[in-house]
Nanobody, 125 residues
């Protein structure tokens, strides 16, 4: 069983930064690819970024490329999402998720096996 706990969300002004953390329990953390998704009220859950189990491969949605950075510390069982130059339209509940296909960078949330409860990010204009 794998459990994920997100933290680091909050209220920030447009143009500001936040760093989200995803703490993962379970001895096989290093085998999972970890993705970040976000969901605004009344909208679908959207892919944001993903990192392979090794940390050597990453992929981002186009709109965050160059502003967001995903990285992982396997010694701490934690994945981070650094978000810079945040925009009001990026206000959402941010989730991290684990995929047992550790080397594949899935963007489809249905390919992920475990999910956290989410952390709220609110960007004011």
């Amino acid at each position: 069983q794998v459990q994920l706990v997100e933290s680091g969300g909050g209220l920030v002004q447009a143009g500001g930064s936040l760093r989200l953390s995803c703490a993962v329990s379970g001895r096989t953390f290093g085998r999972y690819a970890i993705g970040w998704f976000r969901q605004a009220p009344g909208k679908e859950r959207d892919f944001v970024a993903v990192i392979a189990w090794s940390g050597g491969s990453t992929y981002y949605r186009d709109s965050v490329e160059g502003r967001f950075t995903i990285c992982r510390d396997n010694a701490k069982n934690t994945v981070y999402l650094q978000m810079n130059s945040l925009k009001p339209e990026e206000t959402a509940l941010y989730y991290c998720a684990a995929s047992s296909d550790g080397s594949i960078l899935y963007v489809d949330p249905r390919q992920y096996d475990y999910w956290g409860q989410g952390t709220q990010v609110t960007v004011s204009s």
